[in-house]
């Protein structure tokens, strides 16, 4: 499975952006797919994910009311629509999927990520 990411850039606060997130080689298995992000010297955090099976979606709670995660019909394009942009959300933005029922907010449990891509939101 590999993952491909892309749509980052630099936008003023208050700006959007899509990020978008390609699965190749899917190998006919079923994916949870989260984002997650990671700021200059701090650790690695959860953003949000759309589940394999059904559509509520989850988000972290400073992301809540300003991004919107969705998946393709065929499962294997996910994006990330973040909106209200601030600087805070300035960070590498990673794609991950992740294969079972473990916790959605645990890196450790994805198994499969994309190679990052920065967003930078200047005020």
């Known amino acids: 499975v590999q993952l491909q990411a892309c749509g980052g850039g630099l936008v003023q606060a208050g700006g959007s952006l899509r990020l978008s997130c390609a699965v190749s080689?899917?190998?006919?298995?079923?994916?949870?797919m989260g984002w997650f992000r990671q700021a200059p010297g701090k650790e690695r955090e959860f953003v949000a994910l759309f589940p394999w099976r059904g559509d509520r979606t989850y988000y972290a709670d400073s992301v809540k009311g300003r991004f919107t995660v969705s998946r393709a019909n065929d499962k294997d394009t996910v994006w990330l629509q973040m909106n209200s942009l601030e600087p805070a959300d300035t960070a590498v933005y990673y794609c991950?999927?992740?294969?079972?029922?473990?916790?959605?907010?645990?890196?450790?449990?994805?198994?499969?990520w994309g190679q990052g891509t920065q967003v930078t939101v200047s005020s």
């Open positions: 991950a999927a992740k294969t079972d029922v473990s916790s959605i907010y645990q890196i450790s449990n994805y198994v499969y």
């Open positions: 080689e899917r190998a006919n298995r079923a994916y949870d």
